[in-house]
Structure formats: structure tokens, C-alpha cells
């Protein structure tokens, strides 16, 4: 015979399905895009790859023009590839593909420098 969930239990699960839900409906292709919310996830994609690019060329010691350029083609490529392949909505219904690239590009290449400096400081100096 089977022991009864606590209620403890059942609220933990409930609440791990509700976190993931709300994480996974910002990528869900079948999900009603507006701008703002398509804008936001973007943006927020973007800030997640600025840190933890940063922190990465940070701990690993690298210099030099050619990271800064990798972050910049690799934070475009995967935006890109969320909007067009992943999402698969109209991007001309959002302004083109200039202003989804766009979204934010200088906040997030603003935060992989100052992480990537900080640790490259912090841990090789």
C-alpha cells in the first residue's frame, strides 16, 4: 500500500512545476508572443549569456579583440537562433531583425566586460 504525499511534499512539487512552467513559457514556440514579452525574454536571454561568458573569459585568462568579438557573434547567433528557430514567430511583426538583435545588446555586452574584467582582476592578480 502506498504511503499518502505529505502536504509539504505536494506544495514542493507544485511549486518546482510552477517555477518551471514560468521558465518554460518564455520559450515555449506555442505560446502568444505580444512585443514586450518578446523583448523581455530576449533581453534576459542575453543578460545569462553576458554573465556567464564573462565569468568563463574571466576565470580562463583570455585577452585580446577576439573574445570580445566571439561573445558579441555568439550572443546574436543564439539570439537569432531563439526568435527564428525556436520560437519560429514572423520577425517583420516585430520590428525586423535589427530591433530583436538589437534588444539588449549594450546592457548585456556592458555586463560580460565588467564580469569578464572583475574575475580576470580578482582571480589572476
Known amino acids: 500500500m502506498k504511503k499518502p504525499r505529505s502536504n509539504k511534499a505536494q506544495a ?3 511549486s518546482n ?3 518551471h512552467s514560468k521558465l ?3 520559450l515555449d514556440p506555442n505560446s502568444s508572443w505580444d512585443k514586450d514579452k518578446l523583448l523581455d525574454t530576449l533581453h534576459w536571454i542575453r543578460q545569462a549569456l553576458g554573465l556567464s561568458c564573462g565569468l568563463v573569459w574571466g ?3 583570455l585577452v585580446g579583440a577576439i573574445w570580445i568579438i566571439l561573445f558579441l557573434a555568439i550572443s546574436t547567433g543564439v539570439v537569432y537562433w531563439v526568435y527564428s528557430q525556436r520560437l519560429k514567430i514572423d ?11 538589437q534588444e539588449g545588446l ?3 555586452f556592458t ?3 565588467l564580469c569578464w574584467i572583475l574575475v580576470y582582476s580578482l582571480v589572476h592578480f
Not at 520590428?95 to 538583435?101: E, I
Open 106 to 108: 549594450f546592457a548585456s
Open 111 to 113: 555586463l560580460f566586460l
Open 91 to 101: 520577425e517583420e511583426e516585430f520590428g525586423g531583425h535589427g530591433g530583436l538583435l
Open 12 to 14: 514542493q512539487q507544485q
Open 24 to 26: 518554460a513559457r518564455y
Open 17 to 19: 512545476g510552477t517555477s
Open 59 to 61: 576565470a580562463i585568462p
